[in-house]
């Protein structure tokens, strides 16, 4: 039986691109150029499977295809509000992603921003390169401590859960959770973490905030206006999860108000193009969608949409479907 053919829409780490290309017939991305939706209708109606990434926007102009040669999109990423499941859906198109391997990597990546917003890091590291640094001061960027304050989660899911351990085990920070469903009291137990019924509860309780919702249209701007107003004057908010989570204009006046003490970023709506006011703003701590870049988290992303690849065309559910 001839193999199937699989796109992979852009570069992987050289061990999973060896291993697809020894399964699979493999069209690999060597240039690493996102497809334009000309190239993704194209592809559909080409290669069997695809496998996309956050930077490729698969809605109406890229699925404009009758009958469409493409049975799996096979995402690289836990997120995965770049593809639209109904019209994808229309099609009897399966969308599978990668969860729980990079988990571990994006609370990483999570605590980082939060050390370095409260402790003023990236302004620190400004400092030296630009050869502004006139010595040591008992008033030189006195930031915030973190260590015993309170943590709100909006999003308690894997990633969400991470961030807990990570704060509440090393940090001894308290945990308040947001989620749309009840979490489960052993899973709370686990960091002491108390849950509350809307984000609008938990905004003014809080000394920092992370957001590890899921993106798309019914989480644009969650984080709006009214929503930041809530939070405590010094307060941080931390995202990890998709930039239109929270609606940019809002979060800038509240930084050049200073009714937040600050706000760092891993992901923006629109990215890779920034807001240019966001990058005029010292209150804000700014990194390049960073959350699962590690070698190996970005490896066991590979091997993970692989297995959902050998389930499908082996004639098994794969364990990561998600419509
Ligand atoms: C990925 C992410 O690197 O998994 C996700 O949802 O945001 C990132 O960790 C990226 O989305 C790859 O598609």
Same mark, same amino acid.
């Given at each position: 039986? !001839? ?14 691109? $060896? ?42 102009? !890229? ?74 001061? #008992? ?11 309170? *943590? ?9 859960? =991470? ?7 090393? %940090? ?8 749309? /469903?009840? &979490? ?8 002491? !973490? ?30 709006? /206006? $009214?929503? *930041? ?20 204009? $809002? ?5 050049? %108000? ?6 760092? *970023?891993? &992901? ?19 990194? #390049? ?9 970005? =490896?066991?992303?590979? %091997? ?8 499908? %065309? !082996? ?9």
């Amino acid at each position: 039986m !001839a193999r199937p053919r699989v796109l992979v829409t852009r570069r992987w780490p050289a061990a999973v691109e $060896a291993r697809l290309s020894d399964i699979f017939d493999v069209r690999l991305n060597t240039a690493d150029r996102p497809l334009t939706p000309t190239d993704f209708r194209a592809a559909i109606r080409e290669y069997d499977a695809i496998l996309p990434t956050v930077t490729d926007r698969i809605g109406a102009p !890229a699925l404009e295809c009758d009958r469409p040669q493409t049975r799996i999109l096979a995402n690289y990423g836990v997120g995965y509000s770049h593809i639209d499941l109904n019209r994808v859906g229309q099609h009897g198109i399966v969308v599978t992603n990668t969860p729980d391997v990079l988990s571990e990597c994006t609370a990483d990546l999570a605590m980082t921003l939060l050390l370095m917003i409260a402790r003023r890091a990236g302004e620190g590291e400004r400092e030296i390169r630009e050869g502004r640094w006139t010595g040591w001061r #008992p008033t030189h960027l006195v930031g915030t401590k973190v260590s015993g304050k309170t *943590l709100g989660i909006v999003g308690y899911g894997r990633i969400g859960q =991470e961030m807990a351990r990570r704060a509440h085990h090393g %940090f001894g920070m308290k945990i308040l959770a947001y989620n749309r /469903s009840p &979490v489960a009291p052993e899973i709370l137990a686990q960091c002491n !973490a108390t849950q509350v019924d809307s984000i609008d509860e938990l905004m003014p309780l809080c000394d920092f905030v992370s957001l590890h919702c899921p993106g798309g249209a019914q989480n644009r701007h969650l984080i709006n /206006s $009214a929503r *930041l107003a809530l939070m405590r004057p010094g307060a941080f908010l931390v995202n990890t999860a998709r930039g239109e989570v929270i609606d940019e204009a $809002a979060l800038l006046h509240a930084l050049w %108000f200073e009714t937040i003490g600050g706000a760092a *970023l891993d &992901v923006f709506d629109g990215e890779p193009d920034i807001n240019p006011q966001l990058v005029a703003s010292d209150r804000l701590v700014m990194l #390049p969608h960073l959350g699962s870049a590690t070698r190996e988290a970005r =490896e066991a992303m590979g %091997f993970r949409v692989i297995d959902n690849l050998q389930d499908f %065309f !082996a004639g098994r559910e794969p364990r990561d479907r998600v419509n």
